[in-house]
């Protein structure tokens, strides 16, 4: 079973290592950022709730976002399994997590910490290009499209997240610091800790080597 968490600052490429990494382990991909998004695209009462923390930097109440959650495990595609990206993202969402999947007989199998440096979060968001249809990501300098301003797999014009500017940026990273940073121990002290890195090189090296170490466990 792979009940899984992926942890890292903004920017540290949980998205995009999770993104491979469900292929392999045949499992979803959930981000609560990209369900939040979706939620506001569609102009649903909770994307109305959650637009303005989001635009931001701030962390969406504990008690809305946990919500969405909830449904969204009850899937019966989590059955096998399940990558959560982006949430938990304080202590408290990390008890409710526990308690929704000891209410499910489930237990999480290990958390992923994505490492990398905070200069290269900076570049790496600032430069950050996302498709608004497809979700696939870009960066303007390390990972153009092949044809400028549209996205290589659905064609659709890619865009920058609102909360991609600098001082939005700035801010997501103190949250991270304050809120998130302490669940590292508390998972560790768990003994589910995993390190990922993925600061330089490819993805997919990145992504095989966590694979591997997943599997070993
Ligand atoms: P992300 O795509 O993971 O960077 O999330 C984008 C934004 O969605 C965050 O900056 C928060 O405003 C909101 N968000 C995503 N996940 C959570 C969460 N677990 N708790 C509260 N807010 C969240």
């Avoid at 809305?64 to 059955?79: N, P």
């Avoid at 304080?90 to 929704?100: I, K």
């Avoid at 900076?122 to 430069?127: Q, S």
């Avoid at 800790?193 to 599997?215: C, I, P, Q, T, Y």
Wanted: net charge negative; with cysteine; charged share 30%.
């Amino acid at each position: 079973m792979n009940n899984l968490v992926f942890l890292g600052a903004p920017g540290a490429g949980k998205g995009t290592l999770a993104a491979i990494l469900k292929e392999k382990l045949h499992v979803p991909h959930i981000s609560t950022g990209d369900l939040f998004r979706d939620n506001i695209k569609k102009h649903t009462s909770l994307g109305d709730e959650a637009e303005a923390y989001i635009h931001e930097g701030k962390l969406v109440p504990d008690e809305v976002t946990e919500a969405m959650l909830r449904d969204r495990l009850e899937r019966q595609d989590c059955t096998e399994g399940f990558i959560l990206d982006g949430f938990p993202r304080n202590l408290s969402q990390a008890a409710y997590l526990d308690q929704l999947l000891a209410e499910q007989s489930k237990a999480l199998t290990a958390v992923v910490l994505v490492d990398v440096p905070e200069k290269v979060l900076l570049d790496r968001l600032t430069g950050r290009r996302v498709c608004p249809e497809c979700q696939a990501t870009y960066h303007v300098l390390f990972a153009p499209p092949a044809k400028e301003g549209l996205c290589d797999r659905c064609g659709a014009r890619i865009i920058q997240r609102e909360d991609d500017q600098e001082k939005t940026i700035r801010h997501r990273l103190e949250v991270y610091r304050e809120n998130t940073f302490p669940l590292i121990r508390y998972y560790e002290e768990k003994g589910l800790l995993v390190k990922a890195d993925n600061s330089e090189g490819e993805a997919d090296d990145h992504a095989e080597e966590l694979f591997r170490k997943l599997m070993k466990r």
